[in-house]
């Protein structure tokens, strides 16, 4: 074997090596949570996975989500706030009946971003749909735009707010994904609950990242989005709808 | 009666004083400025005094549009040193925050959301 040949070997195996270690490295650097210093980047997109076969007959989240955010009602159901809810659907034929909690889709294309004349309502570079309550001006044209009708009006003063989920009156407001808790690298206040009380038919992920449960399970198993007609992109994944 | 003149002059304008003092006390309430923890602020006091709106416009911006959760200009670091020892609160007769922007004569919006109330005191609160 020439000195060439054996060296040229030598390089093979090196950019060898390197091809098959680069992705276990890719994945490191996802798997590590963000530092507080750090911007949400594009490289990841957060989303829920919903498999309804398996969601009880309970509220588990509702309650969990709302005692989270501190959203609090006066005894108001038309206008109180209301960031998740249970839905039943029921088939008129068959009478197949069906729960499923619904809530805002975090989607990538958002109405309610396309309609906010002020910027308040946007999307967060890691695919999280916001409200910046200190530009919301309270039209509620979001609120209209909506497909899901995830979004409330604050109609009364608040009083007693969590530090981090400031609520306040005028201003429109919905599910935030748990913002808070998902900087901090943890999962969004609902999905913990159902995995504690109820079901355990929430998961949790980033949709852009193989080794995510969330990502393997959308790849493998049917799922479905609400209001799939309108091409949305949602970041909330259904299955068994 | 010379005398007993300068005599009414002498206690006429102590009296004067004392009004006068109790006028200035009494008309406008002079902020009190309690620091309840922490040894420094985040930035000098001058620097604090002028510029504390700007920061925190600056910090908000950059913590909910995209996602830095930097503690140093955070509204919630702000509250959970200069809230009041016995109410917990910056806001209130004699809230950091409320005793100032009183005497100044600036409203302040931030509270309409965020909560007044230090962190530990709402961990604690009773629901």
């Given amino acids: 074997m020439s000195p060439d040949r054996r060296q040229f070997l030598g390089w093979g195996a090196a950019v060898a090596a390197g091809a098959a270690l680069a992705p276990a490295f890719r994945l490191i650097e996802l798997a590590q949570a963000r530092s507080p210093e750090e911007a949400a980047s594009a490289l990841q997109r957060w989303g829920l996975l919903i498999d309804i076969t398996k969601c009880a007959d309970c509220d588990a989240c509702v309650t969990a989500c709302h005692e989270e955010n501190g959203v609090t009602g006066h005894g108001r159901p038309r206008t109180d706030a209301q960031w998740i809810r249970k839905v039943s659907l029921r088939d008129k034929r068959t009478g197949y009946a069906q729960t499923l909690p619904l809530m805002c889709q975090h989607c990538e294309h958002p109405p309610c971003v396309d309609v906010c004349p002020t910027g308040a309502s946007f999307r967060r570079d890691d695919g999280i749909v916001l409200v910046d309550k200190h530009t919301c001006i309270g039209c509620r044209y979001c609120v209209m735009a909506c497909p899901s009708g995830a979004r409330s009006f604050v109609h009364e003063a608040v009083s007693g707010q969590k530090p981090d989920v400031p609520r306040g009156q005028g201003t429109v407001e919905a599910c935030t994904l748990c913002v808070h808790r998902v900087d901090r690298g943890e999962t969004p206040a609902c999905v913990e609950a159902c995995n504690r009380d109820g079901g355990k038919a929430m998961v949790f992920g980033d949709l852009s990242d193989p080794s995510a449960e969330i990502y393997r399970r959308l790849r493998a198993e049917p799922s479905t989005q609400v209001r799939a007609d309108l091409a949305l992109n949602t970041g909330v994944r259904y299955q068994g709808l | ?127």
């Fill in chain 2, 1 to 127: 009666m010379r005398f007993v003149l300068a005599l009414l002059a002498v206690v006429l304008t102590l009296v004067g004083y004392a009004d006068a003092e109790e006028v200035r006390a009494g008309r406008v309430a002079v902020p009190v400025v309690k620091i309840e923890k922490g040894e420094a602020c985040v930035a000098p006091t001058a620097e604090m005094r002028r510029d504390h709106m700007k920061m925190l416009l600056h910090q908000r911006d950059r913590t909910l549009r995209q996602g830095i959760r930097e503690s140093r200009f955070s509204l919630k670091n702000c509250v959970d040193c200069h809230a009041s020892r016995e109410t917990g609160s910056v806001l209130g007769k004699d809230g950091f925050c409320s005793s100032c922007h009183a005497y100044a004569s600036v409203s302040i919006d931030c509270f309409e959301c965020h909560t007044p109330v230090r962190q530990d005191r709402v961990a604690r609160a009773p629901r």
